[in-house]
């Protein structure tokens, strides 16, 4: 009674924050880990020295925006791979309890250092946030931690199994212990959740008759992905009274693995947003043909900035709020494309579009992710792997006989697109005109398409999902 009652007040009062005062108070922070890094790590003392950057000067919000340098993964972990400790505070690796890498996807590799204070504090947000969307604390739950890289989710309110990306495994689990819980969570990349859906139809399990919940990292989650998840698990996500979740969530090694998220409230935006192209550009207003992720962040945790490109979008640039912290690192820029959206704005765009139900409860800013990996063609035409998961899930025919891989690259023909077909899937004459009639519609530039049987795809046969697939 008392964890429920804490539960509804904390809702109500992450309702009544005014986004103003969050962000103010996000700001105020910004300037104070500024501080604290300028003062205490050595690497950072000495690179803002080389800058002519006299700590002292950084007394405001605006000081902080005009003058502080925005760093990024070369100028600190890669510079400083073997020295990391002048990238912690007082030059000392301290109390660290755990060390989280990222994927080397960009081929360097930074880290995530945590303290105790820090795995205790992690946890309670992901408790919250567990017993929040999911109502863990009232439903008996199991989660099914299939992330690679033996990466931890640190919940005290649900079992919790690692099974890492072994389909048999995940399966496993579920044939001999979904029966004793109320309800399953399953975390992992998106392509390797649906392989774990799609073997699981074909070892007999019937997914309509499990309570299970889908939370998807690694990459943005196409729509058409979604709904062809949602498909197998016999569930509507535009349906508001919906109880079962399909939900992605967006890490970022060095802050943390749950930096921007979705609620319900956001997943039905993002679909709305998908079929109300109007409403989309009013929102969002730049690269129309792509179709960013809309997620929440807390702006006490991490503070949120937009670096400008030249193509019109910018990247991400973030702040590490929390305190204890041992690699504080300010105005980081971690490389992904996107824009902040303020509640406000949401709020407005909704309401002149005649969406006033939609509007979320809580009151927390957003931002629109496209993620880092594009390819320009010859023609000017800038495209994303996510614009052609978008147009092959669309088809649930085409989804259901391919791993999810593809490889693109610019040829002599145009834009060459290369599919990977699953195991056991026959690649027809029907089977490859459909894939050519749904890409060739869509894809404004000249295309060369090579569709392959799994084991002769040249980019990787075996595929184990340990690494982020290269798409491009």
Same mark, same amino acid.
């Given at each position: 009674?008392?964890?429920?009652?804490?539960?509804?007040?904390?809702?109500?009062?992450?309702?009544? %924050?005014?986004?103003?005062?969050?962000?103010?108070?996000?700001?105020?922070?910004?300037?104070?880990?500024?501080?604290?890094?300028?003062?205490?790590?050595?690497?950072?003392?000495?690179?803002?020295?080389?800058?002519?950057?006299?700590?002292?000067?950084?007394?405001?919000?605006?000081?902080?925006?005009?003058?502080?340098?925005?760093?990024?993964?070369?100028?600190?972990?890669?510079?400083?791979?073997? +020295?990391?400790?002048?990238?912690?505070?007082?030059?000392?690796?301290?109390?660290?309890?755990?060390?989280?890498?990222?994927?080397? !996807?960009?081929?360097?590799?930074?880290?995530? &250092?945590?303290?105790?204070?820090?795995?205790?504090?992690?946890?309670?947000?992901?408790?919250?946030?567990?017993?929040?969307?999911?109502?863990?604390?009232?439903?008996?739950?199991?989660?099914?931690?299939? &992330?690679?890289?033996?990466?931890?989710?640190?919940?005290?309110?649900?079992?919790?199994?690692?099974?890492?990306?072994?389909?048999?495994?995940?399966?496993?689990?579920?044939?001999?212990?979904? !029966?004793?819980?109320?309800?399953?969570?399953?975390?992992?990349?998106?392509?390797?959740?649906?392989?774990?859906?799609?073997?699981?139809?074909?070892?007999?399990?019937?997914?309509?008759?499990?309570?299970? !919940?889908?939370?998807?990292?690694?990459?943005?989650?196409?729509?058409?992905?979604?709904?062809?998840?949602?498909?197998? %698990?016999?569930?509507?996500?535009?349906?508001?009274?919906?109880?079962? %979740?399909?939900?992605?969530?967006?890490?970022?090694?060095?802050?943390?693995?749950?930096?921007?998220?979705?609620?319900? $409230?956001?997943?039905?935006?993002?679909?709305?947003?998908?079929?109300?192209?109007? %409403?989309?550009?009013?929102?969002?207003?730049?690269?129309?043909?792509?179709?960013?992720?809309?997620? !929440?962040?807390?702006?006490?945790?991490?503070?949120?900035?937009?670096?400008?490109?030249?193509?019109?979008?910018?990247?991400?640039?973030?702040?590490?709020?929390?305190?204890?912290?041992?690699?504080?690192?300010?105005?980081?820029?971690?490389?992904?494309?996107?824009?902040?959206?303020?509640?406000?704005?949401?709020?407005?765009?909704?309401?002149?579009?005649?969406?006033?139900?939609?509007?979320?409860?809580?009151?927390?800013?957003?931002?629109?992710?496209?993620?880092?990996?594009?390819?320009?063609?010859?023609?000017?035409?800038?495209? @994303?792997?996510?614009?052609?998961?978008?147009?092959?899930?669309?088809? @649930?025919?085409?989804?259901?006989?391919?791993?999810?891989?593809?490889?693109?690259?610019?040829?002599?023909?145009?834009?060459?697109?290369?599919?990977?077909?699953?195991?056991?899937?026959?690649?027809?004459?029907?089977? +490859?005109?459909?894939?050519?009639?749904?890409?060739?519609?869509?894809?404004?530039?000249?295309? +060369?398409?090579?569709?392959?049987?799994?084991?002769?795809?040249?980019?990787?046969?075996?595929?184990?999902? $340990?690494?982020?697939?290269?798409?491009?």
């Amino acid at each position: 009674m008392f964890r429920r009652a804490k539960k509804h007040l904390t809702i109500q009062m992450m309702a009544a %924050l005014e986004p103003a005062m969050l962000n103010s108070l996000s700001e105020k922070k910004a300037v104070k880990a500024f501080q604290a890094a300028a003062t205490k790590v050595p690497a950072y003392r000495q690179f803002l020295k080389g800058k002519s950057i006299s700590p002292s000067a950084i007394k405001t919000i605006y000081d902080f925006k005009k003058n502080v340098p925005v760093i990024d993964k070369e100028s600190t972990f890669k510079l400083y791979s073997l +020295e990391i400790k002048k990238l912690c505070l007082s030059g000392e690796i301290k109390d660290t309890r755990t060390i989280i890498s990222s994927s080397g !996807h960009s081929g360097c590799f930074s880290y995530g &250092l945590n303290t105790q204070k820090e795995i205790e504090k992690s946890q309670d947000t992901i408790d919250f946030m567990l017993d929040y969307i999911f109502n863990t604390r009232e439903k008996k739950t199991i989660l099914v931690n299939c &992330l690679p890289m033996g990466v931890k989710i640190q919940a005290s309110c649900v079992t919790v199994v690692d099974t890492s990306v072994r389909s048999d495994i995940v399966l496993g689990i579920i044939k001999t212990f979904a !029966h004793c819980y109320d309800q399953v969570i399953l975390v992992g990349e998106n392509s390797f959740v649906k392989k774990v859906l799609e073997d699981g139809v074909e070892d007999g399990i019937d997914w309509k008759r499990i309570k299970l !919940h889908l939370v998807l990292g690694e990459e943005i989650l196409p729509e058409n992905l979604r709904s062809y998840l949602a498909n197998i %698990l016999g569930i509507n996500p535009d349906d508001a009274q919906c109880q079962a %979740l399909i939900g992605s969530s967006f890490g970022v090694a060095e802050f943390g693995l749950n930096v921007f998220y979705e609620t319900k $409230e956001l997943i039905r935006i993002r679909r709305l947003l998908a079929r109300d192209r109007a %409403l989309k550009e009013t929102l969002i207003g730049r690269d129309p043909d792509n179709f960013p992720a809309i997620l !929440h962040y807390n702006p006490l945790r991490v503070f949120v900035e937009e670096q400008p490109k030249d193509n019109g979008l910018n990247d991400l640039v973030l702040t590490n709020l929390e305190p204890d912290t041992n690699i504080p690192l300010v105005r980081y820029n971690i490389k992904d494309e996107g824009i902040k959206i303020s509640f406000e704005d949401l709020k407005t765009a909704l309401k002149n579009s005649g969406y006033d139900d939609y509007v979320p409860r809580i009151r927390m800013p957003l931002v629109a992710v496209w993620g880092r990996d594009k390819i320009t063609t010859e023609d000017g035409f800038t495209f @994303r792997p996510e614009f052609l998961k978008e147009l092959l899930y669309s088809d @649930r025919a085409v989804a259901c006989n391919i791993t999810g891989n593809f490889k693109l690259s610019n040829s002599k023909a145009g834009l060459r697109i290369e599919i990977q077909m699953k195991l056991n899937s026959e690649r027809s004459p029907d089977f +490859e005109n459909r894939v050519r009639e749904i890409l060739l519609s869509k894809v404004p530039a000249k295309t +060369e398409i090579i569709i392959y049987p799994y084991r002769d795809f040249p980019y990787g046969v075996e595929l184990n999902y $340990e690494k982020k697939f290269q798409y491009i």
